[in-house]
């Protein structure tokens, strides 16, 4: 069962924009915050965004005015629209609900590369 397809990922240069998207199956997703994480090579897992039943938002602060998290409930979908990307946003990025433990199986995520 997969519970959770992250797609959009690739390499763009810095300063480029890509968007991802979530697709997530199941009530989980309509009953609870999402969010996205990210992990670079040689680090922990971070929180990114989350966003909530309606539409209520979160960010770090190092993706602050850059990237935007959407949702469309009816469809189950999630979305991080990324803009102005760093090197320091390289990573691959998964979904999942903002408190994972009682959320999905980690899905296998989608890679960012920014680079030039």
């Known amino acids: 069962q997969v519970d959770v397809v992250e797609s959009g990922g690739g390499l763009v240069q810095p300063g480029g924009s890509l968007r991802l998207s979530c697709a997530a199956s199941g009530s989980i997703f309509r009953q609870n915050r999402m969010a996205w994480y990210r992990q670079a090579p040689g680090s922990q897992r971070e929180f990114v965004a989350s966003i909530n039943i309606g539409n209520s938002t979160v960010y770090i602060n190092s993706v602050k005015g850059r990237f935007t998290i959407s949702r469309d409930n009816a469809k189950n979908m999630m979305y991080l629209q990324m803009n102005s990307l760093k090197p320091e946003d390289t990573a691959v990025y998964y979904c999942?609900?903002?408190?994972?433990?009682?959320?999905?199986?980690w899905g296998r995520g989608t890679q960012v590369t920014v680079s030039s």
């Open positions: 999942n609900t903002a408190s994972p433990t009682q959320g999905y199986s």
